[in-house]
């Protein structure tokens, strides 16, 4: 029953996939300004949503293993999982972000990157959570799960600055446009467009969670292996 | 079977990686043509823009699928 599960899920995500594609590259119209260049915004826009998304995860993950690492031991090692599950998963799509906007930027603006607002918080973010991810691999010890939750909850105060860093553009010029939704006043898509843009936000956050929750399993089971390694060395 | 598999599984983001450099390699350079007509002009600019959009929907799945790549390897570790 699990594995029938599964398996559906991946099935309905893919088809997802190959929907979202099918939409963003052959029903979207060419925008007015950009003409086909923009049909990037299809992958670029979603991956930074599904990565602020999974940061957030990773937040309530750290917070919740700070809150429960004495009483709840047990507890605690779920939510450190999840902790670890988000901010890797979230580092992918903030990656694909920062590789799909340089691409889309050397056509739009003549320029791969340049140090605006919003390009380098989100190299900032990407970089937070990679040493959040280094000192998970390197350090040992006792308090190295503390000392990365901690890193965690401070990672995620860089993601309302990213967010809001296009919002002030008369304090801090951009480059960056402002959001599509809630930004400025005259924000939104076309509604030819916008269907594109909705069926890949919900494609991307599909697959997002499929490798979530993928990532979360094989972290859970490396928890497990290495309390049985620890039993064993107690016991030898 | 299982080695072909597992190879695959690698080289297919590495080669979706090469695949996004050839794109933007191979997009038309600013002087490909010294005297351009307007209509020369804009077919040149409308074949860059496909070439980096098709660039970056590349690199996106090389991305994704690379680590899933490394993902399965670890579950692989794991389960060995």
Known sequence: MKKLAIGVSVLITLALMVWGYYQAIYVAPNDAKQGELFRIFYYHVPSASVAFAFFAVSLVGSIGYLASRHAHAGRAQVFDAWALAGAEVGVVFCTVVLITGPIWGRRAWGMWWTWDARLTTTLVLWLIYVSYLLLRRFAEGSQMQTVAAVLNIFGALDVPIVYFSTHFQKVIPTQHPAPVFGGEADSGMDPSMLGAFLWNMLAWFAWGALILALRYRVERQQQKITAAEAQRALEA | ?80
């Open chain 2, 1 to 80: 079977m299982k080695k072909l598999a597992n190879g695959l599984i690698v080289a297919v983001p590495l080669a979706l990686l090469a695949w996004t450099a050839h794109l933007i390699l191979s997009a038309p350079a600013a002087d490909w043509n010294q005297n351009p007509t307007a209509a020369e002009l804009d077919a040149a600019a409308a074949l860059r823009d496909h070439l980096y959009m098709q660039a970056a929907y590349t690199i996106t799945w090389a991305i994704q699928l690379g680590y899933l790549a490394w993902l399965y390897m670890k579950w692989q570790a794991q389960k060995g």
